[in-house]
């Protein structure tokens, strides 16, 4: 697990692209701190850079950029757990390795069969290849978008790198995009490909940036595999099992200490569980609590921790703490959001700890119907019904979850998703912002949307809208960068591609029913205390309604322009007529983020 950035230009000479290099990579610093690598080809007028958090192959022969046979050279951000197995393959066929990584086999497989290989990978990636023979650069991101790779591509030149932060580290006056806070107020997140930055974007997730250097242009095309077809199974149970098994052993693969994430939900504990019998010593686990009773979890992460014997690292968070380092948090952030606030916090009690990776369970209650959304599906048909004029009138009911319906009146499926889930409807967004109302409107519902989500229905498509909008844009963007601001990695079994492969196989009323998660809980029921999974669902939240309240920054007046419109959700929120996130992405429009 690393970061990674790198410069194309013939319009730069190589003095220039190693000085802007190296500032991006030092910008990048905190998700690398184990060392620094730089290559450069005169040539081609690129260089590669690169941040190095070590885990497999601690040793200097897992340094990056890494080169294979004098024409392959590599920058790679991540893990691929079935190295060894396609390793194997390889030497078989007659490849020489020089070391122990996972990286070189990367380098070798696409030799063996090109871009091809890509498809073989079982992990988290996000990385550049060169192929001096081809004259191509190959920017490759894996299928469920773990890891994530942003582009500049213009007048000749690319830049690539792992946070958004890396462009402006060499340019501090970059022009912003003109229509992030559009994005950010409406779903609560600047959704893919979007950024803060004009013209930098987010590479899709299971795609092959091609970059041609004879020609100085670029292609995309994707190299995933597309959604699957529904398979009748009588063992879904089994399979499920077997599957997640599978994928908890190979995330435990590292050479240094590793840990889980045990927040005392279904997902945590059964992960803490699993790894507990696939790991030869006893399992690290990590967890947050808090003085405020409501909010703390630690009664269920004990029953899991007694269970497994874990070695158990908890710490209470306090609003001292929040205080103390949200000023940090703020820096660490990659991009405006208004979650993982409590990603950090944990991903430092793991540093702190000793800890250089940790598993964590995103994705199960997207995979497996845990959130409350998979029960709206009919909801939705049924409000769908109504005149799309009378749909839109819904913006001006007095409630905001009412106010939502009238993203039902468009006609793109993003609609759905922001009924579920979105901030502020565009009338709203237009008076915060003082852009026209039909802009708003435009953006949102014109917002790309793949046509497979056409073909879905019920909780499939919830499934969908979780997975694809509301996990890629919020989830993993989030634990990426707040993870690598203290140099942990987090992985995620439940993403594991066969683990997700084999749950959208499975026909819905196999891997949804009325309970959430119940295939989940069956398939672990031997395993799992009733405790654990007998019990109203709650999420891993910290009390920010209260602890913002003290947050004088977020309080002044001062910070919202005269706005009338923020200054009136300033006052809800003071009166407890307003969610605490609201009123912090608004904060961070008005004061927070800068051109």
């Keep these: 697990m690393c970061r990674i950035a790198g410069i194309i230009s013939e319009n730069l000479s190589e003095q220039e692209r190693a000085a802007r290099l190296q500032l991006m990579c030092n910008a990048l610093h905190k998700g690398g701190p184990d060392g620094a690598g730089y290559q450069t080809f005169p040539s081609l007028g690129m260089s590669f850079g690169h941040r190095r958090l070590s885990l ?5 022969n897992g340094k990056q950029p890494m080169p294979y046979q004098d024409h392959l050279w590599i920058t790679f951000n991540g893990e691929i757990y079935n190295y060894r197995e396609l390793k194997a393959d390889l030497i078989g066929k007659g490849y020489i390795f020089a070391n122990q990584t996972d990286t ?3 380098l070798a497989g696409y030799q063996a069969y090109g871009t091809s290989f890509f498809k073989s990978l079982k992990g988290m990636f996000a990385f550049a290849l060169l192929d001096q023979n081809k004259q191509q650069t190959f920017l490759v991101r894996d299928e469920l978008g773990i890891k ?7 007048n000749q030149e690319l830049y690539f790198a792992s946070e958004v932060k890396a462009f402006t580290a060499f340019n501090k006056d970059w022009e912003m995009n003109e229509d992030w806070p559009i994005y950010f107020l409406s ?16 590479l899709a997730k299971g795609t092959i940036l091609t970059w041609d250097h004879q020609t100085q242009s670029h292609s995309i095309t994707q190299f995933a595999a597309d959604y699957p077809n529904t398979i009748e199974t009588s063992n879904a149970l089994i399979t499920t099992k077997k599957l997640l098994d599978t994928a908890v052993k190979r995330h435990l693969i590292a050479d240094a200490p590793i840990g889980v994430f045990l927040s005392g939900g279904i997902d945590s504990s059964l992960l803490s569980i699993i790894a507990n019998e696939q790991h030869q010593q006893s399992i690290n686990t990590v967890s947050i609590n808090f003085n405020e009773p409501e909010f703390s979890e630690q009664a269920y992460q004990d029953i899991v921790s007694k269970q497994i014997n874990s070695k158990h690292l908890s710490y209470t968070v306090t609003a001292e703490d929040f205080e103390q380092n949200i ?8 991009q405006p959001s208004n979650d993982g606030i409590n990603s950090w916090f944990v991903n430092k009690v793991a540093k702190d700890n000793g800890l250089k990776a940790v598993l964590s369970g995103i994705g199960a209650d997207e995979i497996f119907g845990g959130y409350p959304s998979f029960k709206r599906h009919q909801l939705i048909k049924n409000i769908k019904k109504t005149p799309r004029f009378i749909l839109r009138l819904a913006k001006y009911l007095p409630s905001d979850k009412l106010k939502r319906i009238s993203f039902l009146a ?4 993003i609609g759905e998703y922001l009924f579920l ?4 409807t565009p009338n709203t967004v237009s008076k915060l912002l003082g852009v026209p109302e039909n802009k708003v409107v435009r953006l949102l519902s014109s917002y790309p949307s793949p046509k497979e989500v056409a073909q879905l229905s019920a909780e499939d498509r919830i499934s969908w809208f979780e997975m694809n909008v509301y996990m890629q844009n919020q989830l993993l963007k989030d634990t ?3 993870s690598m601001a203290h140099g942990v990695e987090v992985r995620v079994p439940f993403l594991d591609q066969d683990v997700v492969a084999g749950a959208l196989a499975l026909p819905t009323q196999k891997r949804f029913s009325a309970q959430p998660k119940s295939l989940l809980i069956n398939a672990y029921k031997d395993l799992l205390p009733e405790a654990i999974w007998n019990r109203p669902k709650k999420g891993f939240t910290f009390p920010f309604q209260n602890w913002f309240k003290s947050y004088q920054p977020m309080l002044k007046a001062a910070h919202y322009q005269n706005n009338s419109e923020a200054l009136s959700l300033l006052n809800k929120f003071k009166n407890n007529q307003l969610h605490w996130s609201k009123l912090f992405a608004v904060y961070q429009v008005f004061y927070r983020v800068k051109p």
């Design 410 to 413: 468009y006609s793109n499926p």
């Design 480 to 482: 990426d960068y707040m």
């Design 421 to 424: 889930r979105g901030f502020f």
């Design 148 to 154: 994530p790779l942003y582009y500049y591509s213009k």
């Design 327 to 334: 000023q940090q948090i703020f820096e660490d952030m990659d």
């Design 104 to 106: 070189e086999v990367i």
């Design 187 to 202: 779903f609560g997140f600047i959704p893919t490909p979007f950024t803060t930055l004009k013209d930098v974007f987010s």
């Design 56 to 60: 497999i192959d601690l040793s200097e």
